[in-house]
T-cell receptor, first 112, second 114 residues
Framework: GIQVEQSPPDLILQEGANSTLRCNFSDSVNNLQWFHQNPWGQLINLFYIPSGTKQNGRLSATTVATERYSLLYISSSQTTDSGVYFCAVQEYSGGGADGLTFGKGTHLIIQP | DGGITQSPKYLFRKEGQNVTLSCEQNLNHDAMYWYRQDPGQGLRLIYYSQIVNDFQKGDIAEGYSVSREKKESFPLTVTSAQKNPTAFYLC?????????????FGPGTRLTVL
């Protein structure tokens, strides 16, 4: 099945800093989503972005499907941005399950 | 409010017991999914359903069972055959299951086997 690798695994920044999180995937995809998991475990949808670039406030994301990677940018970090960020993909071939395959996440800590 | 609800929030079970986790959605979504998350890991797919009375196994279906009698409900039973059931369980739904369908998640159920 498809492999999803996220980097870095851990990131500690000061409030106000910018960051870039990376997601590499091993095969073509139908769907790519970025999530933020808060301390209570809730997965919050950030972006649905199988290709192209999107922006939402301080967050933006870019997926280059032909090169099999996606980037999540966080600007002017706030302490509420802390948590785990997941990239998840749906494999294009459809031969397997239609669910999402998740990376292991990037654990982000924003210090005041 | 439209959304996905899961109950209970926390669940404790003795070894050898079956337990059922509830997942309900009022988004009128066709597809529903169950995932499992272990500490420090990403989510893994257990089962999914594209339509009422039909469901497919995911990557880690052994020891679990599901039903889909109503469009809005997709309960998951963790059976005594599941060797390591302690985990965080998340339910999700999407408008459809074909390409280009965004998934949305419920708040999750934490299951602990004593």
């Amino acid at each position: 099945g498809i492999q999803v690798e996220q980097s870095p695994p851990d990131l500690i920044l000061q409030e106000g800093a910018n960051s870039t999180l990376r997601c590499n995937f091993s095969d073509s995809v139908n769907n790519l989503q970025w999530f933020h998991q808060n301390p209570w475990g809730q997965l919050i949808n950030l972006f649905y972005i199988p290709s192209g670039t999107k922006q939402n406030g301080r967050l933006s994301a870019t997926t280059v499907a032909t090169e099999r990677y996606s980037l999540l940018y966080i600007s002017s970090s706030q302490t509420t941005d802390s948590g785990v960020y997941f990239c998840a993909v749906q494999e294009y071939s459809g031969g397997g399950a239609d669910g999402l395959t998740f990376g292991k996440g990037t654990h982000l800590i924003i210090q005041p | 409010d439209g959304g996905i609800t899961q109950s209970p929030k926390y669940l404790f079970r003795k070894e050898g017991q079956n337990v059922t986790l509830s997942c309900e959605q009022n988004l009128n979504h066709d597809a529903m999914y169950w995932y499992r998350q272990d500490p420090g890991q990403g989510l893994r797919l257990i089962y999914y359903s594209q339509i009422v009375n039909d469901f497919q196994k995911g990557d880690i279906a052994e020891g679990y069972s599901v039903s889909r009698e109503k469009k809005e409900s997709f309960p998951l039973t963790v059976t005594s055959a599941q060797k390591n059931p302690t985990a965080f369980y998340l339910c999700a739904s999407s408008m459809g299951t074909g390409p280009y369908n965004e998934q949305f998640f419920g708040p999750g159920t934490r299951l602990t086997v004593l």
